[in-house]
């Protein structure tokens, strides 16, 4: 009997010591996960910026375009070393914008978007024969009344 009680007597301790081992163990779970997902949001507001050089280099422009809005939807910090993709990217977004408000006949949303445009050819530097590239492409998009 006295060998009975004590196996009782050690089954909780056991089970509580296996009980604060889990429990540690699920913290420690929390925080690698908690770490991982803040590592991944790093790398995804990197590859944005590097998807928008990708686009632009590959000449998908409404991928650039999506990626460069998405930029602005989610109020990211701004990389420097892609600051010509990111302005090439807004250029060619006013550029696409522009053309819709011309065809919609908003004279002052399309002096907005002008200006824009404007302000971003200021900033691309070396991407100025992307920005040749996609006037080309708004000048051989059908015109719209």
Same mark, same amino acid.
Request: glycine share 2%.
């Given at each position: 009997?006295?060998?009975?009680?004590?196996? %009782? !007597?050690?089954?909780?301790?056991?089970?509580?010591?296996?009980?604060?081992?889990?429990?540690?163990?699920?913290? *420690?779970? *929390?925080?690698?996960?908690?770490?991982?997902?803040?590592?991944?949001? /790093?790398?995804?507001? %990197?590859?944005?910026?590097?998807?928008?050089?990708?686009?632009?280099?590959?000449?998908?422009?409404?991928? $650039?375009?999506? !990626?460069?809005?998405?930029?602005?939807?989610?109020?990211?910090?701004?990389?420097? /070393?892609? &600051? +010509? &993709?990111? +302005?090439?990217? *807004?250029?060619?977004?006013?550029?696409?914008?522009?053309?819709?408000? !011309?065809?919609?006949?908003? +004279?002052?949303? #399309?002096? +907005?978007?002008? %200006?824009? $445009? !404007? &302000?971003?050819? *200021?900033?691309?530097g070396d991407l #100025?024969?992307?920005?040749?590239?996609?006037? %080309?492409?708004?000048?051989?998009?059908?015109?719209?009344?």
């Amino acid at each position: 009997m006295n060998k009975n009680n004590a196996a %009782r !007597e050690k089954a909780p301790v056991a089970a509580r010591v296996l009980n604060v081992v889990i429990a540690v163990l699920l913290v *420690a779970a *929390a925080i690698v996960c908690a770490r991982m997902i803040s590592q991944l949001k /790093k790398v995804y507001d %990197r590859d944005s910026y590097a998807s928008i050089d990708y686009y632009s280099q590959q000449g998908d422009y409404a991928r $650039m375009i999506y !990626e460069y809005r998405r930029r602005n939807y989610d109020a990211a910090p701004f990389e420097s /070393k892609y &600051e +010509e &993709e990111y +302005e090439a990217a *807004a250029y060619a977004d006013a550029a696409f914008q522009k053309r819709y408000f !011309e065809a919609a006949g908003d +004279e002052a949303r #399309t002096a +907005e978007l002008a %200006r824009r $445009m !404007e &302000e971003a050819r *200021a900033k691309v530097g070396d991407l #100025t024969p992307l920005l040749a590239d996609i006037d %080309r492409i708004m000048s051989e998009l059908p015109k719209h009344k």
